[in-house]
């Protein structure tokens, strides 16, 4: 099965030409690179990289938000099993990819999130690990919900999530053992991050709402499985 890495990137200059030639270096049958609209070099040094590494690079005039540039590389992607890799990663290695595809090609899991081990919050009690960016999954189990991914924005992992608890789908994580993805707080300045938690707060809450029907198959698949017969 042939497997295409996504990582969609927004004002990302310091870490993006790491983390696309780190994972170039890998098993990865296809490399795919959002740039949703950034207004930093980002786009520059994509172009410089092309010159010496094969990837394809989707170019967004405006910033769309995750949900679209995911959703955008998803219907770029060739490959059937789609693995998407934050933008602002260091340390990434090729064990963390093989932790991410293994379950999936093992069929032990539909979906795998995996959680950087070097982050502000202690991993080992991340509340917001299903959150978490490092994700593998097979695309034909995406398709169905693709365009309502161009339109959550920062709810776009929640959505994922939903929807697959709602189709009895089995999700695994994973531990990506000394990988580092820095925080909001790390990346920008005390109010920037704090105005940046409050929006993609408010984008999550969204999300939920828009898929209430998704919410109400999990609860009664959750009341059933807890009937005893």
């Not at 959002?34 to 930093?40: E, F, I, Q």
């Not at 994922?160 to 089995?170: A, L, T």
Request: proline share 2%.
């Amino acid at each position: 099965m042939k497997t295409t890495a996504i990582i969609c990137a927004y004002n990302e200059e310091k870490t993006i030409k790491n983390v696309v030639s780190n994972i170039s270096d890998y098993l990865i049958d296809e490399i795919i690179v959002v740039n949703d609209g950034s207004l930093d070099n980002t786009k520059e040094i994509l172009t410089d990289l092309q010159k010496e590494i094969n990837f394809k690079c989707i170019e967004l005039s405006e910033n769309k938000g995750k949900g679209y540039a995911m959703a955008m590389g998803v219907e770029q992607a060739k490959g059937e099993i789609i693995v998407f890799i934050d933008a602002d990663l260091s340390n990434l290695k090729e064990e963390h990819f093989f932790q991410l595809l293994s379950p999936i090609l093992k069929n032990e899991a539909d979906m795998v999130l995996g959680q950087a081990t070097e982050t502000l919050i202690n991993y080992s009690v991340n509340p917001f690990k299903s959150l978490s960016g490092e994700r593998a999954l097979r695309k034909k189990d995406i398709l169905p919900i693709l365009n309502k991914i161009k339109h959550s924005r920062f709810g776009v992992e929640t959505l994922i999530n939903i929807y697959y608890q709602s189709q009895g789908k089995k999700i695994k994580y994973v531990m990506l053992n000394k990988l580092k993805h820095p925080t909001k707080f790390q990346n920008t300045t005390t109010i920037n991050a704090t105005k940046e938690f409050l929006i993609a707060g408010q984008e999550i809450a969204i999300t939920v709402l828009n898929n209430y029907d998704l919410i109400l198959k999990i609860i009664k698949k959750s009341i059933y499985k807890n009937i005893k017969i």
